[in-house]
């Protein structure tokens, strides 16, 4: 397993005790304010997006070249432990193009590669999906592992044809919409009948994901943060060499 550098730990550190200060008050704002006076003896105030109001939001700086990728891996075990508490979680990757897919998607899914093994010590055994395979995820699928969804953002815009079919009703997704609460019901998206769209972007707001953004200085705008709130994340954890 690829040891991790001094600073990789370091930043892993800090994010683990801001979520832990996030479960402890359940306050994003409050919890990065008194976390950086902690990790940098200056208190921070916390940029809360518009459209995620409350949402634990954090970007964590790795310069170019620092194996933000690697980081990346482990942040979701952190996540998951420290605020999401739960063994199984799903996570939605962003990365800012087709060509940085294909190469995630395939360095995650190497069983001999650093990033498998991050994986592999931090959540066990992980389900790695494409776009195209999330469509047809199944529940037992979600609930029996931790699953990563690697994706573009623009494959989430509705001029996009795979972005169309990510928020339309699927019959291939019902076994998801079962024995739901009714506070999870009241927060899914409808059709005009009332009735709830078995789409898969209704599946993630089910699913609470853990979002990683790759090379976040690329997403910061309006249209793409109001794209990742109707996924209703846990957490969004990005990463950048040149963060805003």
Not at 100 to 129: C, D, F, M, W
Not at 195 to 205: M, Q
Not at 208 to 218: G, K, L, S, T
């Amino acid at each position: 397993m690829l040891v991790l550098k001094d600073y990789q730990e370091w930043t892993l550190d800090a994010l683990i005790e801001y979520f832990k200060e996030c479960s402890r008050t359940g306050d994003a704002n409050v919890s990065f304010y008194s976390i950086t006076g902690n990790t940098i003896g200056k208190n921070l105030a916390y940029n809360q997006v518009e459209e995620l109001p409350g949402l634990p939001f954090i970007c964590l700086r790795i310069p170019t070249g620092g194996g933000k990728t690697i980081v990346a891996c482990h942040s979701i075990g952190v996540a998951a432990k420290e605020l999401v508490q739960t063994e199984n979680p799903t996570i939605l990757w962003l990365v800012p193009s087709n060509a940085i897919l294909s190469q995630t998607i395939n360095a995650l899914r190497n069983r001999n590669h650093p990033y498998y093994h991050a994986l592999e010590s931090t959540i066990g055994k992980t389900n790695v999906l494409d776009m195209e395979q999330a469509l047809y995820v199944k529940r037992a699928q979600l609930e029996s592992e931790a699953t990563i969804i690697i994706t573009t953002m623009q494959s989430f815009r509705v001029e996009d044809t795979l972005g169309r079919r990510v928020y339309r009703n699927s019959g291939e997704l019902m076994d998801h919409f079962t024995g739901l609460q009714p506070h999870t019901v009241q927060s899914l998206e409808k059709g005009e009948s009332g009735n709830i769209i078995h789409s898969l972007a209704n599946v993630l707001r089910i699913r609470r994901p853990i979002v990683i953004v790759d090379e976040a200085h690329n997403s910061r705008t309006t249209l793409s943060f109001e794209t990742l709130a109707r996924f209703h994340p846990s957490c969004i954890i990005e990463y950048t060499a040149t963060p805003a």
